[in-house]
């Protein structure tokens, strides 16, 4: 299977930000903030599964930038069965017909390795969309092998926190692995990436491009609420000042150069 190499002259910069939308409102937020590519998700307390087919499109509709849909069909380990593999399968076939750039996903096996067989099974039924391995690589048990492994399932990227809660605290990890990699597939550190520690994390890692999910909370727009059901209806939102502030470090980095 031919790999789809990422290109990063089509942002006529060295430096791109990926942000996370967990809902419409956030992709027209993202399509206005300056972000280069959006990782497309729902159900944010599980961590982000398939968004469903009306959003995906939606999403395809609204907005012009690079667009990722997350395939990964429940929360929890990254084991899955046979019926959840032809699940992914099937999101993956849509998200072709809908005209997504690529999606982002990620198996392993219960020892803590990459599970190639079904990786590039699923590499091979996205092409030519690109493919990113996403944070199923911070469980592994050997993150040198399994960089390895996912190159060779045609993936284009990882995204990866350094096996660490935190891209800042991964930090040498995702050196190490943006080394060992040599430009033959892309390191994105991600997970608690924001403005005031970009530029370092840059710096030390080598790192190219990066992930945020630059999340807010918003309130919820009703007038009335039922005190008696004790919830707040609160929402994610993107936080396009965050955005934008980030976007704004990435650009002053790359004078610097």
Do not use: W
């Not at 430096?15 to 280069?36: D, K, M, P, W």
């Amino acid at each position: 299977m031919a790999q789809r190499l990422y290109d990063l002259d089509i942002f006529n910069m060295k430096y791109t930000l990926e942000v996370i939308a967990f809902n419409i409102g956030s992709v027209l937020l993202a399509q206005h903030s300056g972000a280069h590519r959006i990782e497309l998700c729902d159900n944010p307390a599980e961590g982000g599964t398939t968004p469903g087919y009306g959003m995906i499109k939606t999403a395809r509709e609204k907005t012009s930038l690079l667009l990722y849909p997350i395939i990964r069909p429940r929360g929890g380990d990254f084991l899955y069965s046979s019926e959840e593999f032809e699940i992914m399968k099937k999101d993956i076939l849509l998200c072709r017909e809908l005209g997504c750039d690529g999606v982002v996903t990620g198996l392993l096996h219960p020892d803590g390795s990459i599970d190639k067989a079904r990786t590039a099974a699923l590499a091979e039924a996205a092409y030519p969309l690109g493919v990113t391995f996403h944070r199923a690589f911070d469980r592994v048990a050997n993150p040198f092998e399994a960089l390895e492994d996912v190159i060779s399932c045609g993936c284009e990227r990882i995204l990866t926190s350094g096996l660490k809660p935190t891209a800042p605290e991964g930090g040498e990890t995702i050196a190490q692995l943006v080394r060992q990699a040599d430009e033959r597939i892309e390191i994105m550190p991600g997970s608690g990436v924001r403005a005031d520690n970009i530029i370092a994390l840059a710096k030390q890692t080598g790192a190219i491009a990066f992930h945020s999910s630059a999340r807010k909370t918003a309130a919820s727009a009703m007038q009335y609420v039922n005190t008696g059901m004790n919830e707040m209806l609160e929402s994610v939102q993107l936080d396009t000042d965050e955005v934008k502030r980030m976007i704004a470090a990435l650009e002053e980095l790359e004078n610097e150069n």
